[in-house]
């Protein structure tokens, strides 16, 4: 169900509404200490929301350990960008972000990146009728600048070959039919690579595993029962198809090129989990919004992990429309 930016801004409009909010997710009616875990805590102060722990003697907020941690941004700026982030289909960037909230552009870029993080959905096994298949990230073909080197290519770097072969970024998809996607940069498309993806996020009982003739998916066959289409004859035979997840990658490519003029290879994973969040929540009837924040509060190792440094910010945000 669509986020509705009126009736949000209208609910939390205030720092302790959504700090509450935040609270009851995380924790529910009893809060509990971020360090040892034990409920033996008492408000410390009630505007930033901290606690203290009579066990371990050590303060903390519901922010601790979340994506939220650290921020001075208010909270209610906070669930307006959200609330953008999760009905822009297309995705949406962070100068689109400057114009709608009034934050610097600077803010708008950490923000996004901070909730594409929250994006990261826990791991499940794909099941049943899945579709495996490549796609390939970069600018248009055309011939190189041989007057300039480029050591690090963003998308945007023109490359002379299209297709298997080239030197842009390679990434693998699995979509279950009727269920959700996974995603992978993966450098070099071996055997051995695909196969790793396949075991890590599917269940080879009762499924069937349906790719187009990349010789490299032959070796996947030891694993899984897998049905072909072969493309240079045709590109479906019945129910034996990849369309579902060639629609994705077709999506995705519309959705950056749409809303970016570039963006890095290294935080392309996190742009295409933001494509995976909202292909897996394309039927979800129920609260997105809170859906989110749920699964927000609970990706500190992710966010350690992809922490931007300040130095890729000055080089990546200048391409962003």
Request: aromatic letters at 10%; charged letters at 25%; proline letters at 2%.
């Amino acid at each position: 169900m669509a986020v509705n930016i009126l009736e949000l801004n209208k609910t939390y409009n205030s720092q302790l509404k959504c700090l509450n909010l935040l609270s009851k997710l995380r924790w529910g009616g009893s809060v509990k200490c971020t360090n040892c875990h034990k409920t033996d805590v008492r408000l410390y102060e009630t505007k930033s929301g901290r606690y203290f722990c009579r066990s371990c003697k050590t303060q903390f907020s519901v922010f601790t350990d979340t994506i939220f941690e650290g921020t001075l941004l208010p909270l209610p700026t906070w669930f307006q960008i959200i609330g953008l982030m999760l009905n822009a289909k297309s995705s949406i960037s962070a100068k689109e972000i400057e114009r709608n909230t009034g934050v610097t552009y600077k803010t708008a870029y950490y923000v996004c990146m901070r909730i594409r993080v929250g994006m990261l959905m826990p791991e499940t096994m794909l099941n049943g009728m899945i579709e495996m298949d490549e796609s390939y990230f970069g600018g248009k073909p055309r011939k190189a600048n041989k007057s300039k080197e480029d050591s690090q290519p963003n998308l945007s770097t023109p490359t002379t070959l299209r297709g298997r072969g080239t030197n842009k970024v390679s990434v693998v998809g699995m979509v279950e039919r009727q269920g959700n996607i996974k995603t992978k940069v993966i450098e070099k498309l071996t055997k051995r690579n695909l196969l790793a993806m396949l075991k890590n996020n599917a269940k080879k009982e009762d499924s069937v595993l349906i790719t187009d003739g990349f010789k490299s998916y032959i070796e996947l066959e030891k694993y899984i029962d897998r049905l072909v289409v072969n493309h240079n004859k045709e590109f479906s035979r019945g129910i034996i198809n990849v369309n579902t997840i060639e629609g994705f990658w077709s999506n995705v490519k519309n959705g950056i090129k749409g809303s970016y003029r570039a963006i890095s290879k290294k935080y392309l994973p996190l742009y295409l989990c933001e494509f995976e969040w909202k292909f897996n929540h394309r039927n979800f009837s129920g609260n997105e919004f809170e859906t989110y924040l749920r699964n927000a509060l609970e990706q500190e190792k992710e966010l350690l992990y992809w922490k931007a440094k300040s130095s890729d910010k000055v080089k990546k945000i200048a391409y962003e429309k």
